[in-house]
């Protein structure tokens, strides 16, 4: 029968204490870390192109390579107030998910732009739809972009490319009435009423 502590009564010399683990397994992370290819603007990567980095070079965001939707609104026929005022990188997301679950109660069928660009999948060349196949890589967690984030996607619309002379939607919320976007012809970020058919194109985070 064992009785005490196994690691102060083992001997053995091939045995390892804990704390030599965790300093081999930091070691080990740390060259993974190292290894790691950092990504750079306009790198073909997740379905998409990317158009922001962080410092670290290992996040940032993906266009999708073409437009979801030339003409669609941001409401789902009722103008209301879903919450989704977040700006900045990242919160395209969630803004994307607080619009789906104050609209989708208004018209469960109707499609909007935050719809349009959740339901987007793609494989991973970035043209070929996902089958559901179990050996292909298939990226669905696309979402529509804040403000901020549609503001850096027209900063590389020459990299990214594919885009038109016209207005696309952001994710952000201004009011009851109007939500954010930008027009990519001339450069002039704006609000528009929510009935208002613009441009979508999808992006996501990595």
């Not at 109007?178 to 990595?206: C, E, H, M, S």
Request: glycine fraction near 10%; proline fraction near 2%; include cysteine.
């Amino acid at each position: 029968m064992l009785s005490g502590s196994v690691f102060a009564a083992d001997t053995t010399p091939n045995r390892v204490t804990q704390s030599e683990f965790n300093a081999a397994i930091a070691n080990l992370q740390a060259e993974i870390d190292k290894l790691s290819t950092k990504k750079k603007v306009g790198d073909s990567f997740g379905g998409g192109i990317v158009f922001y980095v962080d410092p670290t070079g290992h996040h940032g965001l993906i266009a999708s390579l073409s437009d979801q939707s030339e003409s669609i609104q941001w409401y789902n026929g009722v103008y209301k107030v879903t919450g989704a005022t977040g700006d900045g990188v990242g919160a395209g997301a969630a803004n994307t998910s607080l619009i789906m679950a104050a609209q989708m109660a208004d018209n469960p069928t109707g499609n909007f732009a935050a719809k349009v660009a959740a339901d987007f999948s793609v494989q991973e060349d970035g043209l070929t739809a996902c089958t559901g196949s179990v050996d292909e890589v298939c990226y669905g967690d696309w979402y529509l972009p804040s403000k901020h984030e549609l503001n850096l996607l027209y900063q590389q619309k020459y990299i990214v490319d594919g885009f038109v002379d016209n207005s696309y939607w952001s994710s952000t919320e201004l009011s009851i009435n109007y939500a954010w976007g930008r027009d990519f012809g001339n450069d002039v970020q704006g609000y528009f009423y929510k009935d208002r058919a613009l441009i979508v194109r999808a992006i996501r985070a990595f």
